[in-house]
């Protein structure tokens, strides 16, 4: 009696098992993310602190981003009261801290602190568009000044 063809798709009798997580991607990782993004988002929210201070230049203000006593990213804006406008002029998070949710984490603690200012930016990198599309914070002609603080 002859056997039937052997199909390729079956493993043979007696052949090892593959493993039953796929490598370095684990079962349920998701294909893509890199290790540890889970341990820095969770970093990024329970122990970087937001700090307010001084900007460069007068009428600027920063958010400075800490992890122990190290600042690993910031957020420079402007705030005019008479117009209830903030513009975000920069924000500079540490490539490590990136998908982590910091920056967004970082706009939440500024529009809460913030109640009732409408946020524009006159950011244009890709790095920060998509975080302020994100955020619905709208785009602002590089002009930063408001229109009655020009006269």
Known sequence: MTEPPHSPSLPAAGAAKPPAHHGRE????????RRGAWRRRVLAYSQVELVPSSGRSTG?????LVLVRKVVGH??????????????TEVSIEERFHRSGLGTRALSHLRARYPGVVWRTTLDRRVTRDLMRR????RKAEDTRCAHARD
Do not use: K, Y
């Not at 600027?60 to 400075?64: I, K, S, V």
């Not at 957020?75 to 975000?88: D, H, N, P, Q, T």
């Open 75 to 88: 957020v420079e804006f402007r705030l005019c009261a008479s117009c209830s406008e903030g513009v975000i």
């Open 60 to 64: 600027d203000r920063c958010l400075l």
């Open 26 to 33: 684990g079962r349920h990782r998701l294909p893509g993310h």
């Open 135 to 138: 955020m619905r914070v709208l």
